[in-house]
Every structure is written in structure tokens, then in C-alpha cells.
């Protein structure tokens, strides 16, 4: 819905909402909603549907705008009297208007950030109290998939009339070394009683669990500072403490603190709140990168879309950890949250695992990306939505670069600058910790001045450009904002093997040779040359980590803006493809751009980023796999990924050659093989040693399946959750390459199959279904227990002329 200025303010800028005349029967008091749904949060409506063709593949084909409306009963004790309630809601999608006992109170439009609304003067104590919350997301406001709905948790706080403004603490270390450390904390104090108080406030300061919370005695601790607050007054206060030899917050041991906050009235504690923080210190260097603690921490990193995969936009802390062990195996320390504030539990989790975060704010300013994006809100909601963000995240230790935007028009307009300081200094008064960056994709914007208003600036897709940028800006530091945006399907491979960045098309696939891209992009292998000749380069954020929902280049709406190619001559390439397939819909729902695909199951890139990522590890890959009947005789290239400096590969005990990396070499290539069955071996070597071996084999044909669970025992909470991958072996148990079986989950116990998935961009099967193929080899399963259970779940896999399998889960 467009801007909409008679909602309530709930900040320094009136929401979008309902229009006036609207039938607004849902928010009554006194509705009937004993026939509505009832569910859990958070929820999207989106990913629950099934998937529309006639959709725009942009956005996933899944139905995820209109209006909706949630509605929740609450009862309120007597001793809620005098009491602050507030509602905060971590994420709504998207221009929320929330109803309190039928009465408009407030509401936000930007569907990504975090809002509050204080309800203290509308719930009545002692009674039945109505909250209802409508949503409106409108069609042609996404590039991507961004889901419908409560997405993100929904939290009623309740506080005494004397509080802390939780969203108001600040925690920073201003002085960090190995020996000493200064902790600052600035507390807010509010008196929303009737009358004049006398306040007083403490700091204490504790080493941290792994969940965040104080543990042991005070390190350290603040005198009561006494303040006599007036009705309404609101009261800073400023606090320096002082560790000796501080546990470091860092990406190889996240050592985390807790500020307990403790406010007093007549010797009687009125409110307390834990802030989690971490001791370090961090800085950007043009000629050295990035710097934690003293040291040179080069940026490993990936872009994420805010989607979990099968399970949409609905955020699931398991869900995310799960992606972020998945990243960290790889060897990723670094995050960018393209292109939106992310879910609070995701930065909770970065803090506690150890990954330093770029927090990316928005997509668009003033110029529209789509109709009706958030262009039309920039006007009147851009500064409470920098102040709202950085507020509530900038005590998380794991944020390192607040960045104000993403791929903007205004990069290459005289406005740009003026709209970018603007920003900026709105973000430094309110953390002038941290520097500012954007995602810059207009080559001229390095050169123009618009440079001049951030502290660190992130190309995207310019690794030829690294060099240039730094002899015109010396004191600027880079980076790569966004790299690569290569393009493959796990597991399919394409032949002919060409270095044509716009091949590799096979049906609605793109070959996992890893060598394709969109015109813009490049493989991986550029990025890293471009890094490797210009070290001062502070790193990079691979387009993507996981594929996401929507955007599913080189398949997005039809055939005329297939792959978005660059040249007549790859267009008409790509046109015989779609005529050969025979079709102008495209059925993609997903991208392809992901290290992972969208199950979270590795593709072959993800070999290649290790053995340079974790460069001390082991590590040998080998591609494609080596079930060809139908090219006995074709020559069939043969790729290497290894973090050993050469290797030889041998082919039924045949050697193949020996193979050494030379300068801006990062893959091993036998382009020359011909293909017959049998088994592929590499052997790696680390300066003449042998460092690591790997081998495909041909297999025999799918006779059973195999289950194995993430985690066999998960909390019976609703909410936690196994990932359980189903693989079609062999007799030997070994996956087979190509095979497409039809699925079938069947669940035994008090326990949930969430949904399914196998990765397949074209597959166009609900999430809900019981029922899936697997797409080649594999599948994905994700189960979870009924709250409460406390009786093992077994989970059971069956496919026709293929022996069963079956998982067994316990509660925790």
C-alpha cells in the first residue's frame, strides 16, 4: 500500500496503513475469530502456498503479497496495573498498523525493521484485552522473495513505570588492549509514572554465557549515580568501567560480556537489563584491510538473503545456525545482510559464533528498483529507520560496517553524495564507533565523490577496477561488497566445456563447472586475482552464500531477459535454448547464484572456496562426477579444486599428468579426458608432499536409501530442529549421480515434517509436501517435535523399487 499519512506516529514519521473508509471489522474488540487459524510465530504466509507459474520468477512464484491480519487474545492480571506494556515486533511484512482493543495505536512501514508500540494506555488490567495487526504487502515492492507476514517474533515487555529504554543502551569499548580494556555504557532512564522519582542507576559488568547470559561475580562495577526524575523525563546516564586483561571478543574465540543495567527507587530494585557485548577493537587500513585486535583478519565472507530456504521468510535460530556451521566448514568468517536489517537472533548468533557482520539497511533510497518499493517511505521514514536500526544493533560485537545501501541509483546523480552524508551522519550520531559503507555496483561512483561520504568503500563486481580505486583514493579502504554471482545447479554438468561465461545452459540448469555468470559477474577464479594483485583489498562477499527464494537468474521472467545477456550473440544463444526447450514460462523459483544450494547441500564451489579459505586444510574435489554411459569415448574435462599447490589424476589406474598451479591459477584442469567407467583418482601434493586425495567412481544402479539427521537429538520445544538428508546409493552405498526417485516421508511419533526440499531451482512441489524427488541423489527433510513430547520420532523414507531407510530422533 502507498505511503499513508493518517496513521498514528509511532516514531518521527506517520506509517503506512489502512485507508480511511476501510471495513477495519478485524480490529474490533468484539470480533468473532474463533474460526481463524490458530498458529505460531514467527509465520510466513507465503512459503505455505503452493507455487504459481504465472508469478514473476523474481520474487520465487509464491504468493506473498496482499492484506492480512493476525489477531491474539491477551488477559491481563490486576498486577499488570501501573505497569509499562510494550509490543515489540522484530519483523512485520510489511506496513503494519497495529489495533489495541479496536483502537489504531501505532505502526511502521518498512517490512525489515524492528518496531515498538507502547500499549500502557490502552490494555486494561484485570480483563480481556484484543490485539490485531494488519499487513499489507503490495505486489511490485521486491526484487526477491521477501515473505508475508509476523516473519520475524513478536515479544509483549512488561517493566515498572520506572525503566531502562532497553533500546536505548549503548555498550562500546573505546580502549582495548591485551592488558586493559574500557567498558562505556549509556543507560536511558524513563519515568512514565505520575509523579517525581528519585532514581538510582548501576552498572555491573560479567563474562557471559554461551547463550548470552551473566555468569559468576561482578568484574567490575559502578557507583549509584541518583537522579530525581520528573513525570515523563527521560535521563541519560554515562558510566567507564575497567577490566584488567579482558577476554577479547574475536572470530577464532568470541568471548562475549554482559552490562547488567540496575535501576532503584527507595532502596528497591525497579528494573534491570542484560546488554551482551563483546571487548575488541577493529579498523579499517587502505593499504592492509581489516583489522580485529591488532591483527589482519582478511574478510571471507558471503551475502544472505533473509530466506531459509524451504522454510521461507519465517525466521528459526536452528534454521540459521545450521547455515552458519555450513559456512564456517567452508572457511566464511563474514556476512553481509543483503540488502535489509537481518532477524535479532541472527546477529545473536554471529556474537556467539564468531562471524564479523556488514549490516546492510536498505535497497533503495529516493529512485525506485520497483514500483512500489521502499522509495516511496525513503521520504518520511528514512531517518527513523537508521536511528531504530542502529540502535538495536549496535551492541553486538560482531557488527563492523553499518552499510546505508545497496546498488543505488543515486550512485551516479549529483544527489547521491548529499543523500549519502545525510544518512551517514545520522548512523554516527547514534554509534560513532563504526564506519560506514555501501554496496557500490556504478564504476564512477568510486572516482565522482560520492566515495568521499563513506569511511570504507565495497565495489561490487569490480575486481579489475581494485587497482585504480586505490591510486585515486589511498586513504580509502576497499573491499568487495559483492563477487562473483557465479551460477550453477548442484550436481548437473553441461558439455561441450566452454570458458564462455553466458554457456553452460542444460534444460532449466546451469552447468556446475562453476565457469558462468551473468554479464556483470565473473567465476570465482577473477575475484581472486583481483584480490591476490591488489592486498590491500580487504576481502570479499561472495552473491550468495545459500541460493534464496526468487531472483532466479538466468531464468527470471521470460525468454527476453533470459540471463540478462550482455551481447546479441550470447542472446541468440540463449533464444535456441528456449526454443529447443519449448517454452516461453520459465519454472525456476529459486536462484542459482548460491554456494549451497537452496537444502543447504554443497555444490561444487563450495570445494573451491575451502581449499582457498582454509588454505591449511587437506583438502582434494574432483568434477564432474563419473556416471556417463552415453559418453564412453567423448572427451569429458575433468576440474580439480585442492588446496595443494599441484596434482596428478589417474583414471583406472592410468596417470592422467601431473598438474602444478601457476600464478592466478586456482583450479586444476584436465581438459582433455575420455570419458570411460570405472575411477577417477587425484592425488595432491603441498610443495612435493602428499597433501591430500580424492576419487569418483562409477556406480552401480540405486537400490536403497539412506537417512542421516544433523542432529539426532533435538529440544521437544515446537521450534528446534533436524535437518535429515535422504541419499539414493548403490549396493555399495554410494550416492548415485543422477538419480531422480519420487520420495516418500512418513513421520511415527509425536513429532512434525515441517517441510521438504531437494534443491532443484525448478522443482515446484510445496514445501508442506510429504512427497518429493530427489534431485540428484538427494533430498531434505526437516522434522521437529510437538512441544512437550517426550517419546522418540521416527522418521521413514520410501521410493519405489528402492529398499526403505529410517531415522530415529530423540527429545531433549
Not at 515489540?88 to 489495533?99: H, P, R, T, W
Not at 532477524?343 to 528498483?369: H, S, Y
Request: charged share 20%.
Amino acid at each position: 500500500m502507498d505511503f499513508r499519512p493518517w496513521l498514528l506516529k509511532t516514531s518521527d514519521a506517520p506509517p503506512a496503513g489502512p485507508a480511511p473508509g476501510e471495513d477495519l471489522v478485524y480490529a474490533s474488540r468484539a470480533f468473532d475469530d474463533s474460526g481463524w487459524r490458530l498458529l505460531d510465530l514467527p509465520h510466513d504466509w507465503g512459503v505455505e502456498s503452493p507455487f504459481v507459474q504465472a508469478l514473476p520468477g523474481e520474487t520465487g512464484k509464491l504468493p506473498w503479497h496482499g492484506v492480512a491480519w493476525y489477531r491474539k487474545r491477551l488477559h491481563l492480571t490486576a498486577a499488570d496495573a501501573g505497569r509499562r506494556i510494550v509490543l515489540e515486533v522484530d519483523g512485520a511484512l510489511s506496513n503494519s498498523a497495529v489495533f489495541c482493543n479496536g483502537r489504531l495505536v501505532g505502526g511502521w512501514a518498512y517490512g525489515y525493521m524492528s518496531f515498538q508500540v507502547d500499549l500502557t494506555g490502552c490494555l486494561q488490567a484485570g480483563a480481556d484485552n484484543s490485539l490485531a495487526i494488519r499487513l499489507d504487502n503490495p505486489a511490485g515492492s521486491s526484487r526477491w522473495y521477501p515473505g508475508g507476514g509476523l516473519y520475524r517474533h513478536v515479544w509483549l515487555t512488561r517493566t515498572g513505570a520506572v525503566h531502562v529504554l532497553a533500546d536505548q543502551q549503548f555498550v562500546h569499548t573505546p580502549e582495548v588492549s591485551a592488558e586493559k580494556a574500557t567498558v562505556a555504557v549509556r543507560s536511558a532512564v524513563a519515568n512514565s509514572s505520575p509523579g517525581p522519582v528519585k532514581a538510582a542507576v548501576e552498572v555491573e559488568i560479567f563474562r557471559a554465557d554461551a547463550q548470552g547470559r551473566p555468569v559468576g561475580a561482578p568484574l567490575a562495577r559502578t557507583r549509584e549515580l541518583v537522579h530525581h526524575l520528573k513525570p515523563g523525563a527521560l535521563q541519560t546516564f554515562d558510566f567507564n568501567l575497567k577490566l584488567s586483561r579482558p577476554a577479547l571478543w574475536d572470530v577464532k574465540s568470541p568471548h562475549r560480556h554482559v552490562a547488567v543495567t540496575l535501576v532503584s527507587q527507595g532502596g528497591r530494585l525497579r528494573d534491570r537489563v542484560d546488554t551482551p557485548f563483546g571487548i575488541r577493537q577493529i579498523a579499517f587500513k587502505a593499504d592492509d584491510g581489516f583489522h580485529l585486535n591488532g591483527r589482519r583478519v582478511a574478510l571471507k565472507g558471503v551475502c544472505m538473503h533473509h530466506d531459509l530456504g524451504a522454510l521461507g521468510a519465517a525466521f528459526n535460530v536452528r534454521a540459521a545456525e545450521r547455515q552458519l556451521e555450513l559456512l564456517r566448514e567452508m572457511g566464511v568468517n563474514a556476512l553481509r545482510t543483503s540488502h535489509n536489517p537481518p532477524a535479532p537472533e541472527l546477529l545473536e548468533l554471529t556474537d556467539r559464533m564468531g562471524f564479523v557482520v556488514i549490516n546492510e539497511l536498505f535497497d533503495t533510497w529516493t529512485q525506485a528498483k520497483k514500483p512500489q518499493d521502499y522509495h516511496q517511505h525513503f521520504p518520511a521514514w528514512s531517518e527513523a529507520d537508521a536511528r531504530t536500526w542502529v540502535r538495536r544493533d549496535r551492541n553486538h560485537p560482531s557488527v563492523i560496517l553499518w552499510s546505508t545501501g545497496n546498488e543505488l541509483h543515486e550512485l551516479g546523480m549529483k544527489m547521491g553524495p548529499a543523500v549519502s552524508n545525510r544518512l551517514a551522519n545520522i548512523v554516527r550520531s547514534e554509534d560513532p564507533t563504526r564506519l560506514i559503507t555501501v554496496g557500490a555496483h556504478d564504476v564512477e561512483s568510486g572516482f565522482n565523490g560520492f566515495q568521499k561520504t563513506v569511511g570504507v568503500f565495497g565495489y561490487n563486481y569490480k575486481p579489475h577496477e581494485y587497482a585504480r580505486f586505490h591510486r585515486a583514493n589511498p586513504t580509502l579502504p576497499l573491499y568487495g561488497s559483492e563477487t562473483a554471482s557465479t551460477v550453477s545447479s548442484r550436481g548437473e554438468y553441461h558439455f561441450p566445456v566452454t570458458d564462455d561465461k553466458a554457456g553452460g545452459l542444460t534444460g532449466y540448469h546451469v552447468s556446475s563447472y562453476d565457469l558462468y555468470s551473468p554479464w556483470w559477474a565473473s567465476s570465482p577464479d577473477v575475484e581472486f586475482r583481483g584480490q591476490d594483485q591488489n592486498r590491500f583489498v580487504a576481502g570479499e562477499f561472495v552473491w550468495t552464500g545459500f541460493d534464496y527464494l526468487g531472483e532466479p537468474t538466468p531464468f527470471n521472467d521470460d525468454a527476453t531477459n533470459l540471463f540478462n545477456f550482455h551481447t546479441p550473440e550470447a542472446r541468440a544463444r540463449a533464444a535456441e535454448e528456449l526454443a529447443r526447450l519449448g517454452t516461453l514460462q520459465l519454472p525456476s523459483r529459486s536462484s542459482y547464484f548460491g554456494i549451497f544450494d537452496l537444502a543447504g547441500f554443497k555444490k561444487d564451489r563450495f570445494w573451491l572456496y575451502q581449499s582457498r579459505w582454509r588454505p591449511e586444510l587437506p583438502s582434494a574435489h574432483i568434477l564432474p562426477h563419473w556416471n556417463w554411459p552415453e559418453r564412453v569415448g567423448q572427451v569429458t574435462p575433468v576440474h580439480v579444486y585442492t588446496s595443494g599447490d599441484e596434482a596428478e589424476l589417474f583414471l583406472n589406474g592410468r596417470s592422467l599428468g601431473r598438474r602444478k598451479k601457476g600464478d592466478g591459477e586456482y583450479r586444476l584442469r584436465w581438459n582433455d579426458v575420455v570419458y570411460e567407467p570405472g575411477e577417477l583418482t587425484v592425488v595432491a601434493y603441498w610443495k612435493g608432499q602428499d597433501w591430500a586425495r580424492s576419487r569418483v567412481v562409477t556406480t552401480g544402479p540405486a537400490q536403497l536409501l539412506q537417512l542421516a539427521a544433523d542432529r539426532a537429538e533435538i529440544r521437544a520445544d515446537g521450534r528446534d530442529l533436524s535437518f535429515i538428508t535422504a541419499t539414493v546409493v548403490d549396493q555399495a552405498g554410494r550416492a548415485v549421480p543422477r538419480s531422480k526417485p519420487r520420495l516418500t516421508f512418513t513421520i511415527d511419533g509425536p513429532g512434525e515434517l515441517v517441510a521438504t526440499d531437494n534443491g532443484d531451482p525448478t522443482d515446484h512441489t510445496s514445501f508442506k509436501s510429504a512427497q518429493r524427488h530427489a534431485f540428484n541423489a538427494l533430498a531434505l527433510a526437516i522434522v521437529k517435535f510437538k512441544p512437550g513430547a517426550t517419546q522418540p520420532v521416527t522418521l521413514k523414507v520410501t521410493a519405489e523399487g528402492l529398499a526403505p531407510a529410517e531415522v530415529l530422533l530423540h527429545p531433549r
